[in-house]
């Protein structure tokens, strides 16, 4: 695993309670952070399936200490600019600064867009798009306030590159996550502030368990009609979240100091075919 130097640093991580997120904050503590864990902690109508919980959010925390940093906890919806605005306001109560943002929260419900309801398409919009610009907006401009850099990585999708059956709100909300990096790395520039994308192809996570649960593996056998296998390293396997994590590392690292602007694909090759 490369080492970077992340001491007297602070990540801010939306959607930390499980999965990727989680993954993330142990990622940043081992390298030295100290980190902010946010999440919904609880469930949404229109989606079938199970968000993370305050418990796990809790548990998240407590991994963070077990590397030997600190971590603040925050009950957080990445829709709702109230609290997002007073999450990041504790964050620098708490820690005095945030040099890292990491976009992860999300959710992916599925239907056909011929028969998707407004609920189902507002609660995947609203968390991929409206989550990811209020958590920028509030993180950028106290990035621009102290004027000594920081680093946006946002998790799209190789739903953000190609179309994926199933969830057309999903892979319009994954390339909007797309254009706004583009759009905040052009404007955050001049702050010394890095934005940047990673596009995971499926991986393996409690969010993937309990949607496969929801749905059934018939509409995962109709999707892979459509689309056959989707990588081309494994094909058949499901990538992992510390496959991801390491590209947060890097990206939020002064190894990538050039690096901006980017929808950096994690996909076992998927959509180079
Ligand atoms: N698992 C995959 O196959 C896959 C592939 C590509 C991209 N992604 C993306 O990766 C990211 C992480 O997903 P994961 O696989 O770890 O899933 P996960 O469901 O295990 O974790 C996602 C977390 O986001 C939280 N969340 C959802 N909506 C929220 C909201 N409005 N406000 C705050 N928190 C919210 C959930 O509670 C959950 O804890 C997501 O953006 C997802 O879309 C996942």
Redesign the pocket.
């Known amino acids: 695993m490369p080492e970077y130097d992340f001491n007297d640093k602070v990540a801010f991580i ?10 993330h904050a142990q990622h940043y503590a081992r390298h030295g952070a100290d980190v902010v864990v ?4 609880h469930n ?1 109508e229109a ?1 079938p ?5 305050s418990d ?2 809790e548990e998240t925390a407590q991994m963070v200490e077990d590397e030997g940093q600190q971590a603040l906890a925050i009950e ?5 600019e109230d609290q997002v605005e007073s999450a990041v306001e504790e964050a620098l109560d708490e820690f005095g600064r945030i040099d890292f943002l990491a ?6 419900p599925m239907s056909d867009m011929t028969e998707m309801d407004e609920a189902e398409w507002d ?1 995947v919009i ?3 798009l409206k ?1 990811v610009w209020l958590c920028s907006k509030h993180v950028g401009k106290h990035f621009i306030d102290r004027g000594d850099g920081g680093k946006i990585v946002s ?6 590159l190609v179309g994926a059956p199933g969830t057309g709100h ?1 892979t319009a909300g ?1 390339h909007g996550v797309v254009g706004m990096t583009k759009t905040l790395a052009l404007e955050l520039a001049e702050y010394d502030v890095n934005v940047n994308a990673v ?13 496969m649960e929801a749905y059934g593996p018939e509409m995962l056998e109709e999707i892979g009609e459509l689309t056959g296998p989707m990588n081309v390293l494994e094909p058949g396997e ?2 992992e ?1 510390r496959d ?1 994590s390491e590209a947060y590392m890097w990206l939020s690292s002064d190894a990538a100091r050039y690096v901006t602007g980017i929808a950096l694909p994690v996909d076992a090759g998927a959509t180079s075919k």
Request: hydrophobic fraction near 35%; include cysteine; aromatic fraction near 8%.
């Open positions: 939306s959607g930390a309670a499980r999965g990727q997120g989680r993954s946010t999440d919904v902690g949404f989606v399936y199970d968000m993370g919980t796990e959010l957080m919806d990445v829709r709702e976009n992860n929260a999300g959710l992916w609660v609203d968390t991929l989550g998790t799209s999708s190789t739903a953000g999903y994954k596009c995971p192809t499926a991986l393996d996570s409690p969010g993937m368990t309990n949607f499901m990538i979240s991801i």
